[in-house]
C-alpha cells in the first residue's frame, strides 16, 4: 500500500489553474489536446475509484474534450480526491478488481492509478508550461510498473515504445522513457 494523496493533490492543482485558452494545446500525448487530457483524467479518477471500491464500471477513460464538464477545474479536482480516498482502505489493495475492462490484482490497480496520476500529471505540466515533481517514493513505484512492461506489450494500448534516455538519467525521465514519452518534450 502506498499513499496516492501526493499525486492526486498535484494534479489536482494542476487541473485548477488550466486556462480555456490551453483547452485546444498539444501535449506529449499525440493523441491529446489539453481538453482531452483532461477528459482522460475525469474518466479514469472514476475507473480507478470504482476499482478500489471493487465496483464494476462499463468503459473506459477515452479522452475526448466535447466530454468535459463545464465545471472540470473543481469537479475534476473533487474526483481525484475521491480515488485517493478510496485507495486509503486496506480492501482496495487485496482481491481482485476491474479497471480499463481489465481484470487485476488491486495492488497492481493501485500502482497503475498511481502510474495514471504521475504520468498525465507530467503530461498535463509539460503542456501548460508548468512545473512537475514527484514524490521520489512514489516514482519509485511508477518506475517498477512501467519496468515491467515488456516490448510485446508495447502496442500503443498501454504505453508506445521506449524512448532511450540512458541508464544515468534522472528517475523521471527513465519512467518518462520507458513509457513511451519523450522527456524533452516543450510546447516549443
Known sequence: MFDLSPA?????????T??????????????????????HINGLSVAFTMAALK?????TAAGDA????????????????ELAEAWRAKDAWEGM????????PGEVAGAV?????VLHGW????????????????????????????????????FGAAVDVGPDAPLLDRVLGLSGRDPSWSLG
Request: hydrophobic fraction near 40%; proline fraction near 8%.
Open 123 to 158: 503530461d498535463l505540466a509539460r503542456a501548460t508550461g508548468q512545473p512537475f515533481e514527484v514524490d521520489e517514493n512514489l516514482l519509485e513505484v511508477v518506475h517498477g510498473f512501467v519496468s515491467s512492461i515488456g516490448p510485446d506489450d508495447r502496442d500503443g494500448s498501454l
Open 55 to 59: 465496483t464494476p464500471l462499463d468503459g
Open 97 to 104: 478488481t476491474r479497471a480499463g475492462g481489465v481484470d487485476l
Open 18 to 39: 488550466v486556462t480555456d485558452g490551453d483547452l485546444k494545446a498539444p501535449t506529449p500525448c499525440p493523441d491529446y489536446m489539453v481538453g482531452d487530457l483532461l477528459d
Open 8 to 16: 492526486a493533490d498535484q494534479l489536482a492543482g494542476l487541473v485548477r
Open 66 to 81: 466535447s466530454r468535459l464538464p463545464l465545471d472540470f477545474r473543481e469537479a475534476i479536482p473533487a474526483r481525484l480526491g
Open 113 to 117: 492509478a498511481l502510474d495514471e496520476l
